[in-house]
């Protein structure tokens, strides 16, 4: 099969074309001839060396990628069939090897796809939307009429987030830059902030949960917009001891989350996907053997929605 392996950390072009041994499935697990795969900030950062590089660095080959759809085409579990067309992130924060033709998966890390979504939109709602349904509903547990801020409202986990927060019941804040409004105000915020002409801690306050998915600089006004009692999540950089003491001191939880591979919040994905309360939007669309664009597009942080390649 077709595989595009990481000849070692670094730029884009270390991603190279391969052929190699279909993987044979274990007990519980299933083989899937790929359709589509979703490329992540993580994707790119782990390239290079950063993002979960020192769990894959002694593997050999290192196959990136988590997020696929795809057709069932081996089965060694009684949850899926040959021909199921299924969608999941397989093994993450593990070696995921999704960025092949042929990819085994636990089965209890997949979801059926709904009928009514394309594979390149299953694909999509992977990882991003694993990670705003997780942070929504586990790390915080959204109630109707919460204020919730999204930070990078228009990004991949952002644009998820909102409509994932706008079904629960929430009153969302969003913010992303002018030149995506529209776009962030079509998933249905009920607020939009410009962050790069108005600074979001002078114009909200009383919010009961934020969702930050910048880190940095973004954590200490997060917590300043932040109700007592209410709760920051961070992302990407995580939340350091200071910042945690920070938190404390102000009667607010602030907490670091990681998204997990999990089937059963798939299914609940799957759902909002089948009802439309959810929709993916694809803003690029490569070929396999134009990984190294897709990655660049990630890259520069200013991905509205998902980027998908396929297979």
Known sequence: MKAIILKEFGGVENLQIAEIAAPEIKENEVLIRVKAISINPVDAKSRAGKGVAKILKDEDPIILGWDISGVVVGSNSAKFKEQDEVFGMVNFPGHGKAYAEYVAVPAEQLAIKPANVSHEDAAAATL????????LTKFY?????????????????????????????????GTSSAYNKDFAMSLGLDEFIDYKSQKFQEMVS????VLDTIGGDNIDPSLDVTKKGGTVISIPSGLNEAVKEKAKEKGINGINTMVVSSGTDMEAIARLLADGSVKSHVTGIYTFDEMDKAHLQIESGSTRGKVVVLV
């Open 141 to 173: 547990e959204v109630k109707k009429g919460d204020r919730i801020l999204i930070h990078a409202a228009s990004g991949g986990v952002g644009h998820y987030a909102v409509q994932m927060a706008k079904h629960l019941g929430a009153y969302v804040i």
């Open 206 to 209: 009383n919010i009961d949960m």
């Open 128 to 135: 991003a939307a694993l990670t705003a349904w997780q942070n």
